[in-house]
């Protein structure tokens, strides 16, 4: 456990959803070996992981993308529509690029390739737990090239034609949550009160048809330079 996570903070609680048990099972090990981390439930299809989810009320549930009966992106839409404090961690091989844009938009928090690695995915968690996203480099590029070509450019950034502009406090909040910052942060940062930052960024996703604060990093990261 890294000195961030105190030992006064309860555990993370885990699911994991996995259809192939050698995967599943292990990423269960690993994560059982954490002391801020426990696996509470294990899911070998979409269903099910629905249902441990509302069961159970996990901090995280690992979910892959590809499943029998319900696929992720079903699941992860139901589970982030019925349970806003659970944070859903995508986990991918990558080869279906338009099913990894959809998981954004169904609202899942962070995305990793099956191919990372021990420390990366552990990270991954803590950060969940911190109010933070995360993105593998590759995920991220997938997901920006869907939103050129689904998009067009504006000065304001990668918006639909009928977006409207961003004030100059909306764009500086929206740059603070393409940094990882959550609204706490944010209000610290611009001596505003939390509930007025959450209005900001409620109107910000109205503006820019956006689901989730991923989806308004991206596009963000679309602004800057290659």
């Given at each position: 456990m890294t000195s961030e996570e105190g030992t006064n903070q309860p555990a993370i609680r885990i699911v994991i959803a996995e259809d192939q048990s050698l995967v599943r099972r292990g990423a269960a090990i690993l994560l059982s070996t954490q002391a801020d981390m426990e696996v509470v439930g294990q899911a070998r299809n979409g269903i099910e992981a629905v249902e441990l989810?509302?069961?159970l009320h996990p901090d995280v549930v690992l979910m892959d993308l590809h499943m029998p009966l319900k696929g992720g992106v079903a699941a992860t839409r139901e589970i982030t529509r019925d349970l806003p404090n659970t944070q859903i961690l995508v986990l991918t091989t990558l080869h279906d690029d338009e099913t990894v844009f959809e998981a954004v938009r169904a609202g899942a928090h962070a995305y990793l390739l099956k191919d990372a690695d021990e420390n990366e995915l552990l990270e991954t968690i803590r950060?969940?737990?911190?109010?933070?996203?995360?993105?593998?480099?590759?995920?991220?590029?997938?997901?920006?090239?869907?939103?050129?070509?689904?998009?067009?450019m504006t000065s304001a950034g990668p918006?639909?034609?009928?977006?409207?502009?961003?004030?100059?406090k909306e764009e500086k909040i929206l740059q603070l949550i393409s940094e990882g910052m959550i609204n706490r942060q944010i209000a610290n940062a611009m001596f505003l009160a939390e509930g007025t930052v959450k209005n900001y960024v409620s109107r910000i996703m109205e503006k820019l048809h956006a689901n989730t604060r991923t989806e308004l990093a991206l596009l963000v990261g679309q602004k800057r330079p290659e």
């Open positions: 989810a509302q069961l950060a969940l737990r911190r109010g933070e996203s995360r993105l593998s480099p590759q995920i991220a590029r997938k997901v920006m090239d869907q939103f050129r070509r689904l998009a067009p918006l639909r034609a009928d977006s409207e502009p961003l004030s100059a």
